[in-house]
């Protein structure tokens, strides 16, 4: 039987001593960004960005369970670079054409327009002469 004074174990919750032992505040790991690269190197993947993005990431995860964190977050920023390359590229592409056919569909309508006012005026003209 253990006689030593005071017990721990009745002593009131406040008298306890308190854990002062500094709280050591880490960055989180860095994002390897995967799974946005592979979205991008499936779905129109223009000029290979898509696939440069996947490449840094998977390099990215390597660091990171390799434990090297610096190395990690540089090829992380690479791979974020690369995807948002890859997203503004495939988003931008099909708005340049959809502009590019209605531009040219005006054009078309306009000329063609044009080109009927050319011969109603030629009939017209052929009409007061006879």
């Known amino acids: 039987m253990d006689t030593s004074y005071p017990r721990e174990d009745y002593l009131p919750m406040t008298s306890r001593k308190q854990d002062t032992s500094p709280t050591i505040i880490s960055d989180p790991p860095p994002r390897d960004h995967l799974i946005w690269s592979i979205f991008n190197t499936i779905y129109m993947n223009l000029?290979?960005?898509?696939l440069v993005a996947l490449a840094y990431s998977v390099k990215a995860r390597d660091q990171?369970?390799?434990g090297d964190i610096e190395a990690a977050r540089r090829f992380s920023s690479k791979a974020k670079c690369y995807?948002?390359?890859a997203m503004v590229w495939s988003l931008l592409l099909p708005l340049l054409l959809i502009a590019l056919v209605i531009t040219?569909?005006?054009h078309l309508s306009k000329l063609a327009q044009e080109s009927m006012d050319f011969f109603n005026y030629k009939l017209f003209a052929n009409d007061d002469d006879g």
């Open 83 to 85: 995807n948002i390359l």
């Open 104 to 106: 040219g569909v005006i």
């Open 47 to 50: 000029c290979c960005f898509g």
């Open 64 to 66: 990171k369970v390799a």
